[in-house]
């Protein structure tokens, strides 16, 4: 098993594919702690946990969930709501959760606008703006998935979390892989159940995930 | 599209019935059959659900591309038609994978290196394309004979790349290939290669799966990136093709995205040792004398071995399956007992030795060669003989074999 271990950073000018440092993608009914291959149930509470934690918890939905171009990407996208609105409930005072879509991965000109949305070329942009220091991927292409988690690995220190409908991110801090509707909604009632029990971070946050 | 698994059992449109992928390949009956290694990849092709084939008819490595035509008068292919040179056949390939099609081609030689562009384009974009390669001679004087040279250039494509020893291996991993190239978490194309004429136009007795099943078809919605249904809201942000404003993004970008392609090819690792069994086949790997070998140098290794044998050298073997992925420490636990590693090749550079150098521990126990190149063949006998001199016993000269 490699010794590397998927770790907020920021950990380099490039940092490496963590597929590249003998990372593996979980096995269905596993996901995936900081690269280690750890059981599903455990990877909701420390999602859950994490997302408690942070001081601006936030959720990026990409186009498989954004746009009703299937019957159950509409029953997603009604998922990801309920999992944004439990957030928002669950949080405490001083912190503040966002839902930021990356409505697509176009290279943007001059610049995206990181108040409203993420873009796979450069999501540190949106990252350093919102002070964001904990984020799930939901919808989004793998690859462009891909591409973005070691952007942010690399030049930030946010916690990330992957919510994939194939076979999981290693370049994610925490990766589900085969999501559905139901691993939605379980990770919405994880948070709900650990509301109150985790201190966030409020008190030792830097200015977001910067640099 | 409906889902993959509820499509299993159903019939394609010429009364094939779409069938699971494992149990066609393991548990299906095989009709032993006596076919040239082209005939073989038709008949893979015939069980594959191809979409698209595209060709330029100047690969006489192989008729592969002239016996799917008739794949395509009979039904079997979507679609099939002759590109302007094989650059354009390789950009074609592109926009019908693009498209969501399963796509197959073939060249060789000259016309590999004529469409090298397209290689690192086609894995940049997780294009999952099929390529045979009937390896043939690069270089000026022209060459139709066999010749691996061209592999060292496709090994840094981005491609997976794996090596046929015989028409058995290119039967199976054809259909294979389809399989772990179109992983959502793998996605890449796949370079299939073999030594040209000596697989191509030689016959041998090649087991084949019932000819009434075929793959199920390719699902491009589990595509990493967004396939092209103009009809489907996913694809329509890509009404700004990416490539126009590639220069907007950051280089982060740019680094990022070789090393998702590089990431894929790793990930490649688990489904091809599950479909392949395995990345290398051994055999005596606790002898002091190893070969290692890739396509039909390992053939000729076995013979080699053989003829050793009754001469009292013990020695074993590692048949190199998959050279992107590339089988490290596989190569570096068969080969850890070696005191000698001979890498007979089909080339004048002796690629596959650098990469065994560059894998093992002590790499001076690497012995590369024998080398022949330009359509030689191999005879086992000079295997033999670089190995018996390596080893200080006394070993006949060859050179007057080819007078």
């Known amino acids: 098993m490699s010794d590397y271990r998927v770790l907020p950073g920021p950990e380099h000018f490039l940092p490496p594919a963590a597929a590249s440092m003998g990372i593996r993608l979980p096995n269905p009914g596993e996901a995936h702690i900081n690269g280690v291959i750890a059981p599903e149930e455990k990877a909701y509470e420390e999602a859950a946990r994490q997302f408690l934690m942070a001081k601006v918890p936030t959720i990026f939905p990409g186009p498989l969930v954004l746009w009703a171009w299937n019957e159950k990407a509409a029953k997603k996208a009604t998922a990801v709501r309920h999992l944004f609105n439990t957030l928002k409930e669950c949080v405490q005072p001083g912190q503040s959760p966002m839902l930021i879509p990356m409505p697509d991965y176009r290279p943007k000109y001059p610049k995206i606008n990181p108040e409203v949305e993420i873009n796979p070329n450069h999501p540190n942009l949106t990252i350093w703006h919102n002070k964001i220091d904990c984020c799930m991927f939901i919808g989004v292409h793998c690859h462009q998935a891909n591409l973005s988690l070691k952007i942010i690995r690399g030049g930030t220190s946010c916690y990330t979390i992957a919510m994939c409908a194939q076979a999981g991110h290693e370049d994610a801090m925490l990766s589900f892989r085969d999501a559905s509707v139901d691993k939605i909604m379980r990770l919405a009632e994880t948070v709900k159940r650990l509301k109150g029990t985790v201190q966030p971070r409020l008190a030792t946050a830097k200015s977001g995930a910067s640099n | ?403």
Not at chain 2, 217 to 234: F, K, W
Request: proline letters at 7%; glycine letters at 8%; charged letters at 20%.
């Open chain 2, 1 to 403: 599209m409906a889902d993959i698994k509820s499509i299993i059992g159903t019939q394609n449109k010429k009364g094939q019935t779409y069938t699971d992928t494992w149990k066609m390949m393991n548990e299906a009956p095989r009709t032993p059959s006596f076919y040239t290694g082209s005939e073989v990849i038709k008949e893979a092709i015939r069980r594959a659900s191809c979409d698209v084939m595209i060709a330029y008819p100047i690969t006489p490595q192989s008729e592969a591309a002239a016996l799917i035509g008739e794949l395509f008068a009979e039904g079997y292919i979507g679609d099939y038609f002759r590109g302007e040179s094989e650059f354009a056949v390789m950009s074609q390939c592109a926009g019908a994978a693009f498209g969501g099609a399963r796509v197959f081609t073939t060249t060789a030689g000259p016309g590999t290196m004529r469409a090298m562009e397209n290689f690192p384009m086609w894995a940049g974009a997780r294009l999952p394309i099929q390529m045979i390669v009937t390896c043939r001679g690069i270089n000026s004087p022209l060459s139709i004979q066999p010749d691996t040279l061209e592999i060292a250039y496709l090994l840094s494509t981005g491609m997976l790349v794996w090596h046929a020893e015989t028409a058995q291996d290119f039967f199976d991993w054809i259909l294979k290939g389809y399989m772990v190239s179109e992983e959502p978490d793998v996605h890449l194309p796949l370079a299939l290669c073999c030594d040209g004429f000596f697989v191509t136009h030689t016959k041998d007795v090649v087991n084949l799966t019932p000819a009434d099943m075929c793959l199920p078809p390719y699902d491009p919605y589990r595509s990493p990136v967004p396939c092209m249904d103009m009809e489907c809201p996913p694809v329509r942000m890509m009404r700004d093709p990416f490539v126009m404003k590639s220069n907007y993004i950051s280089y982060a970008t740019h680094a990022s995205w070789q090393q998702e392609i590089w990431a894929a090819i790793e990930r490649s690792r688990k489904h091809s040792i599950h479909w392949l069994n395995g990345l290398i086949d051994t055999e005596n790997t606790d002898a002091d004398i190893m070969i290692v070998a890739s396509g039909t140098a390992v053939s000729q290794g076995r013979e080699a071995i053989r003829l050793l044998e009754d001469e009292g050298v013990r020695c074993g073997l590692v048949k190199v399956k998959t050279l992107r992925p590339w089988p490290e420490e596989e190569i570096r636990e068969a080969t850890k007992n070696a005191k000698h590693i001979f890498v007979p090749e089909f080339n004048v550079t002796g690629w596959l030795a650098k990469e065994i150098k560059a894998t093992i521990p002590n790499h001076e126990r690497v012995h590369a060669g024998p080398h022949v190149c330009g359509g030689m063949t191999m005879p086992p006998e000079i295997i033999v003989s670089e190995i018996k001199t390596t080893l200080g016993m006394k070993s006949f000269s060859l050179a007057g074999r080819g007078s």
